[in-house]
């Protein structure tokens, strides 16, 4: 069977699509997690990859779990309450735990719609950028169900807890004008140019070196859970880390001889 992820590289920039478009991307089996898992693995080890691009093929970005799925109780949703919960633990909650913890940043390009853990997904991501004619909710309530994926913990982080709040509640869908609104995406563009778009700021982020922008993100990551003072003392050590490596002499010299940088990877 064809791979959940399709990847693709060019240079420092990896593009990962989820290549189930006639199931609307959802996650439905453990091989999807898994590929996630790997995909995210692989990434962290290769020091030469510097952004990532994550998007749909066909119509949508991802549309969640499988509901067909959800109602003969197969597959993810198969077993009993207890066997339901481990599958949870071991299942799609390990997708966060990759996706979200991985220091190289991450830009969604959110092609459609983006629904329940669809949308969960995209919160995982650095960086949202929407074609306008994507759609967002975050709909487990209307399947009587809750956020299995971290989404109680994601949402809020990314738009605030009074919207998240009606998102979560509602179940309600909205659209790329009112995601952007909310601040759930940072730009909203025609379908046409998204990957483009998304790629573009991709290639900003892989134009510094990769050591900065993966500490960076670990410490934006941080921040969110860590008190001022703790903050600033894994501040000073990763800065301290940073001011020793090649690409900070080179990216001080570039600057000083005022020509472009160019940075090893060091």
């Known amino acids: ?15 990962a699509t989820l290549n189930r478009p006639q199931e609307r991307n959802a996650i439905s089996e453990q091989s999807h997690i898994e590929e ?7 990434v962290a080890a290769d ?33 009993s309450p207890f ?25 969604a390009a959110v092609n459609g719609p983006a629904i329940g853990a669809g949308l969960d997904l995209a919160c995982m991501c650095d960086i949202r ?10 709909s487990f309530v209307k399947l009587g169900i809750v956020p299995g994926d971290g989404g109680a913990w994601l949402l809020p982080r990314v738009i605030g807890m009074a919207r998240a709040s009606l998102m979560t509640l509602t179940g309600d ?23 483009d778009t998304a790629k573009a700021i991709a290639a900003r982020v892989a134009a510094n070196p990769g050591h900065a922008t993966r500490l960076a993100k670990r410490l934006l990551r941080e921040g969110q859970d860590m008190k001022l003072a703790p903050l600033l003392e894994l501040s000073a050590a990763y800065q301290a880390l940073a001011h ?3 690409d900070h002499e080179e990216a001080v010299a570039a600057f000083l001889e005022k020509r472009p940088p160019s940075f090893g990877n060091s």
Do not use: W
């Not at 069977?1 to 593009?15: H, P, Q």
């Open 1 to 15: 069977m064809e791979n959940f992820l399709l990847v693709e590289r060019d240079g420092a920039v990896v593009t």
């Open 36 to 42: 996630i898992e790997d995909f995210c693995a692989s």
């Open 47 to 79: 020091a030469s990859v510097k952004a990532v691009v994550l998007t749909g093929a066909g119509s949508s970005f991802c549309a969640g779990g499988n509901v067909k799925h959800m109602r003969d109780r197969k597959g993810m949703f198969a077993g």
């Open 83 to 107: 066997d339901l919960r481990n599958k949870y633990r071991s299942g799609i909650q390990r997708i966060p735990m990759a996706l979200y913890e991985l220091e190289v940043p991450v830009i």
């Open 129 to 138: 950028v929407a074609a306008d004619n994507a759609i967002f909710a975050e």
């Open 173 to 195: 869908v909205i659209d790329a004008a009112k995601a952007l609104e909310y601040g759930l995406v940072s730009e909203v563009v025609p379908a046409d140019r998204l990957l």
């Open 244 to 246: 020793h490596t090649a």
